[in-house]
Each structure stands twice: as structure tokens, then as C-alpha cells.
């Protein structure tokens, strides 16, 4: 691995909500960075503050479709490939479940083979949705999950096995040098308000004083995890020197039902907003919360961040004008 400061590192997905926060990590290690993004669900506000940086560079493209010429120049040097390209939250990623089945499939492939020419270490954020509704619980790494393979949520669920299995023949077979980041529900600013996913539903609806929407009976749980305590993971897991370990689950253990989620923002935003109960969505997982055992054991990481005051910093940008961006155009 190259040090930091000459390090030259590709983002796919760079534009997304994860991604942008990794590029600003990246480069404030020293790293050159391409973002490479067909903005989906990525924005391009998310990176403006990096117009300026002359380490920086974006490029618009979808890895399911043969990758830019610019990336296959034979004078671009990349040292590490991150791939966070795909939609994840549900209503996003099942508006079109075939796009999203091949970004994980046909476009982790893509960029496995072009690590492999370029001699790059690959990295794939991978899921704890493909725990599925999981039997064991926590989940640790050895599970091997609950997955419906036909149902909705299964073009991202079964998509993302997929992409563990190449991103593990790749490593098998000696071809690329691989990471797998297992990435329990995360949260934070740049979210977008238009998401869909709990949080910034929850936030947005009672900054604008809206019934906040609880799914079910609001029993089910999640791990919230906040957005720069991931980041580091995800730093410390590609940056890992010894052998390919497997997936690592990166994510936060402390549990909390979506009901008792809705409570907290209500109390945190001070919102007279009333919670009402929507149907469950099929296959909705009852529970979630990651063994992070061995992130601790070989990356000396677990997150910082408590869920308090992740959450206030997250209404507080939402707060700042971003609570309405989009969400007159909601999946
Ligand atoms: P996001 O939707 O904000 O970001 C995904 C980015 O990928 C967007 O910029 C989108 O435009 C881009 N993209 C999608 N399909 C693409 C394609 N075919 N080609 C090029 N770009 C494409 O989501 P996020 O929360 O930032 O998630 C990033 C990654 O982390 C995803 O791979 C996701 O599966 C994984 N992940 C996220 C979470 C979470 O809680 N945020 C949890 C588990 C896994
Ligand atoms: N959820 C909810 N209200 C919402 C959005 C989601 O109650 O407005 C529930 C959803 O059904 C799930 C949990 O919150 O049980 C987490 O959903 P999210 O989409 O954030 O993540 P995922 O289901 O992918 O873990």
C-alpha cells in the first residue's frame, strides 16, 4: 500500500451520502480522489464544497456499463477502489429493482476486474441486509442469514450477496487484493430529506411538524450508526495490512425499536407532530444489531458517536434548509 499522501483513489458512488463523507475523509488524508457516480440518488450539492480541490475529480458514469475512458487511461494510477455505488434505501433501490440487482452484480464486476488490471485493493460496502430478518441474534460475521431471494427488498439483499461472492472468488482466485464492509444502518448529514429511510423521514417530517410515520407496531428494532464513526471504519478496514479477513461488520450495538427512534427525535426537536402507525413493508426485517467483535479485534475500531448526539447534529443540519430539498418529489 501506497502512504497516504500520494495515494490515488477511485470512489464509485463518491456522490451519495457515504461516499461524500469518504471523499472528504480521503482527502483530508493527503489522498487524490475521483468520485465516479451516475447520481441516482447522489447529488452533486454533496461534493460543491471539493469544486476547488485540485485532488478531486468527478466522474459521471454507471458501473454497469463499461467504465469511463477516462478511468481505463493507461497513465491513471489508482491505488484503491471504493465501491458504495448502489441505491440503498428501500423505496429507492425497488424503484428499479433490475438497475439495482446489476449495480451489485454486473458493476461490482466491473470494478473488480478493472482492479485487478490496475493492481488496486478493491473494497466493497457490502450489508447487514444480507442477514436478511436474521435468526441469530446479533449478527455476527459467520451467520449466513434469513433472505426472501424473490421478494421486494431481494434485488438489494441478494444483489449484495452476490457481490460478497465475486468480491470473494476475486480474492480466492488472487486476482485483487479485497475488503468487505458489512454496514449496519447509518445515518447523518447529507442524508436526503427525499430518502425514505427512518431517520431523515423521521427528522424531516417533525421539523415540518407532519405525522412522523411508524412502520408496523414500531417493535421492530435497528443500530444507528453515525455517519463519521463508519468512515473511519471504512479507513481503517481498507488500510488493514494482514491477510483478507472476510466480511467485517461495521455498524453501532446500541439497539433501539423504531417506536422508541420516533420518541427520541419528537423529544430532541421539541415537535408537536403526532406518530401514526403504516403498514409494515413485506419482509422488513424484526430486528437488527451487529457483533462488532472482530472490527474491535483487528481494526481497533468501534464507533464514538452516541446516538444523542449523532441525532443532534443530524437535526441540526437538517434544520439548516435542508428538510425540504426533494421532498416534493418522494419515491
Ligand atoms: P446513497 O444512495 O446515498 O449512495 C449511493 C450512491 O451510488 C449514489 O451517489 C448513487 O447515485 C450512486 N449509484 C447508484 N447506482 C450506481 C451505478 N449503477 N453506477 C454509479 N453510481 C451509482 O446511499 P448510501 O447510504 O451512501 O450508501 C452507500 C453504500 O453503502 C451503498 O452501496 C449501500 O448499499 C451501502 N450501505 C449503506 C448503508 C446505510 O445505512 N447508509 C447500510 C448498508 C450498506
Ligand atoms: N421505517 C418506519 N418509518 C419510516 C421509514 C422506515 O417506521 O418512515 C421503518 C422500516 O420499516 C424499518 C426501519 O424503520 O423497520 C428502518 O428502515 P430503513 O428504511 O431506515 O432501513 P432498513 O429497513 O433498510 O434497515
Redesign the pocket.
Known amino acids: 500500500m501506497k502512504n497516504s499522501n500520494s495515494k490515488h483513489v477511485l470512489v ?8 461524500s463523507h469518504l471523499c472528504d475523509a480521503l482527502l483530508s488524508e493527503g489522498a487524490h480522489v475521483i468520485a ?7 447529488r452533486k450539492q454533496n461534493l460543491r464544497h471539493l469544486e476547488r480541490e485540485p485532488r478531486f475529480d468527478i466522474v459521471d ?4 456499463k463499461p467504465l469511463p475512458a477516462r478511468l481505463r487511461s493507461k497513465r491513471l494510477k489508482i491505488d484503491e477502489i471504493f ?7 428501500p423505496p ?1 433501490y425497488q424503484a428499479d429493482p433490475e ?1 439495482t440487482m446489476l ?1 451489485s452484480v454486473v ?1 461490482t464486476h466491473n470494478l473488480l476486474t478493472f482492479a485487478e488490471s490496475v493492481r488496486a485493493r478493491f473494497f466493497l ?5 444480507i442477514y436478511g430478518d436474521p435468526e441469530v441474534h446479533p449478527q455476527t460475521e459467520s451467520y449466513w442469514g434469513n433472505v426472501n431471494p424473490t421478494g421486494p427488498r431481494a434485488c ?1 439483499d441478494e444483489g ?1 450477496r452476490a457481490a460478497e461472492t465475486l468480491t470473494f472468488d476475486f480474492d480466492r482466485a488472487g486476482r485483487a487484493e479485497v475488503r468487505v464492509a458489512r ?5 447523518g448529514p447529507r442524508m ?1 430529506a427525499d430518502d425514505g ?1 427512518v431517520v431523515s423521514n423521521v427528522i424531516c417530517q417533525a421539523l415540518a411538524g407532519e405525522d412522523i410515520t411508524v412502520y408496523g407496531d414500531g417493535s421492530q428494532t435497528r443500530s444507528f450508526c453515525y455517519v463519521s464513526d463508519l468512515v473511519e471504519g471504512f479507513l481503517r478496514l481498507m488500510a488493514y495490512e494482514g491477510s483478507f479477513p472476510g466480511a467485517v461488520n461495521l455498524g453501532n450495538p446500541v439497539e433501539l425499536t423504531v417506536g422508541d427512534l420516533a420518541e427520541k427525535v419528537l423529544a430532541m426537536t421539541g415537535s408537536s407532530s403526532r406518530v401514526v402507525k403504516r403498514p409494515l413493508p413485506i419482509d422488513d426485517p424484526r430486528r437488527r444489531r451487529p457483533d462488532i467483535t472482530l472490527a474491535k479485534k483487528l481494526l481497533g475500531w468501534s464507533p464514538r458517536t452516541s446516538l444523542d448526539a449523532g441525532l443532534k447534529s443530524t437535526i441540526a443540519w437538517f434544520s439548516e434548509d435542508h428538510a425540504d430539498e426533494g421532498r416534493a418529489h418522494k419515491v
Open positions: 464509485a458512488g463518491g456522490a451519495g451520502f457515504l461516499g465516479l457516480d451516475n447520481f441516482q440518488t447522489g458514469g454507471d458501473i454497469i465501491n458504495l455505488a448502489c441505491a440503498a434505501s429507492h438497475h449495480t458493476g460496502a457490502s450489508t447487514s441486509e438489494y449484495k454496514i449496519f444502518n447509518t445515518y436526503r429511510r
